[in-house]
């Protein structure tokens, strides 16, 4: 079974704080998504990563960051948080191949910018 | 890019009775993956189905199936002998191959489920 945590899974923050969410995942996947959810937007890609160092921006990554300095880990950095950004985010990683490909998600963090 | 598309914001329907949610995305992929996905009230995504876009056959996992027609690029889940536990939001996301390089999954809008006792 796929390990992946997100932490922290509840955060309130003020209006142009910066914030990071870390994704952790245990198996040494390669593919890592940061995914934001919003009531009427179903999920929308921030950031993805295909390996270490190596990422690229999504959908919606204005305001965002992110960083993968080991395998593992996969960090989602707001620079400067606004209320736009109060959402709910998930991690998610790529599994397996051919018909057996799916994502798998974390349980989400729930950000609030006050 | 790839769009995904699903008209039906909210639906409901008797316990123990069929409902169908319907999906139609847009791609100029000739082979890609497609995927129904629940979330319940816990926040958890979890994979319902998967359908690739080569298989002919309509998957099938128990009380869920799908109705994929290529052509006209809709992929339907259909949920029989519904239960209260199936109440939740429904998306349904697709994906490139992994030979196209970028493949993060694309999401609809999503569904609200009610399954009414």
């Known amino acids: 079974d796929a390990g992946i945590t997100q932490s922290p899974r509840h955060k309130v923050t003020e209006t142009g704080t910066p914030v990071t969410l870390r994704c952790h995942q245990t198996?040494?996947?390669?593919?890592m998504y940061w995914y934001r959810q919003d009531p009427g937007h179903g999920l929308r890609l921030i950031h993805y990563s295909y390996g270490v160092k190596d990422t690229d921006k999504g959908e919606v990554s204005d305001g965002y960051s992110v960083s993968r300095s080991k395998t593992e880990d996969f960090l989602l950095t707001l620079e400067s948080a606004t209320s736009s950004q109060t959402s709910v985010y998930f991690c998610?990683?790529?599994?397996?191949?051919?018909?057996?490909?799916?994502?798998?998600f974390g349980q989400g963090t729930r950000l609030t910018v006050v | 890019a790839q769009t995904v598309t699903q008209s039906q914001p909210e639906m409901s329907v008797q316990e123990a009775e069929t409902v169908t949610l319907s999906c139609t995305y847009d791609?100029?992929?000739?082979?890609?993956?497609l995927f129904w996905y629940k979330q319940p009230p816990s926040r958890q995504m979890i994979l319902v189905i998967r359908q690739e876009a080569y298989k002919q056959q309509n998957a099938t996992e128990n009380r869920f199936s799908v109705n994929f027609q290529k052509a006209a690029k809709s992929f339907s889940l259909k949920i029989s002998d519904s239960q209260l536990g199936d109440t939740a939001m429904y998306f349904c996301a697709f994906m490139k191959p992994f030979r196209s390089g970028n493949t993060p999954l694309v999401f609809g809008k999503g569904t609200r489920l009610s399954v009414i006792a």
């Open positions: 198996e040494n996947h390669r593919y």
């Open positions: 791609t100029s992929e000739s082979n890609y993956y």
């Open positions: 998610a990683i790529k599994l397996g191949r051919g018909l057996n490909t799916e994502a798998f």
